[in-house]
């Protein structure tokens, strides 16, 4: 069974930073598309950050670019989002994903596997 665990998020200051984690069991992404997705109250989900299956990226949303960073760790199974300069307007539900197949990085049908997501809270 596979299972995607996230963990990091937590209540931080407008302008401080976060580190969220995503380990990866019951199956090993390696070069998978695997990304970041967020849902604040009342919106839909919305890309954040991904690596594409093809190699190319990282992608990001214009939102957040030069802002967060995602890596990752495939000898840990591991996907990371460094989060700087947060802002209140980041405030979300965090979700890792990952996908068996292909598509578009930026699109949430892409994803076969879905964690249970992180709460980030930034106040102002």
């Known amino acids: 069974q596979v299972q995607l665990v996230e963990s990091g998020g937590g209540l931080v200051q407008a302008g401080g930073s976060l580190r969220l984690s995503c380990v990866a069991s019951?199956?090993?992404?390696?070069?998978?598309?695997m990304g970041w997705f967020r849902q604040a109250p009342g919106k839909e989900r919305e890309f954040v950050a991904a690596?594409?299956?093809?190699?190319?990226?990282?992608y990001y949303a214009d939102s957040v670019k030069g802002r967060f960073t995602i890596s990752r760790d495939n000898a840990k199974n591991t996907l990371y989002l460094q989060m700087n300069s947060l802002e209140p307007e980041d405030t979300a539900v965090y979700y890792c994903?990952?996908?068996?197949?292909?598509?578009?990085?930026?699109?949430?049908?892409?994803?076969?596997?879905w964690g249970q997501g992180t709460q980030v809270t930034v106040s102002s």
């Open positions: 994903a990952g996908a068996r197949g292909y598509g578009s990085s930026r699109t949430p049908s892409t994803y076969d596997y």
């Open positions: 019951g199956r090993t992404f390696g070069s998978n598309t």
């Open positions: 690596f594409s299956w093809s190699g190319a990226g990282p």
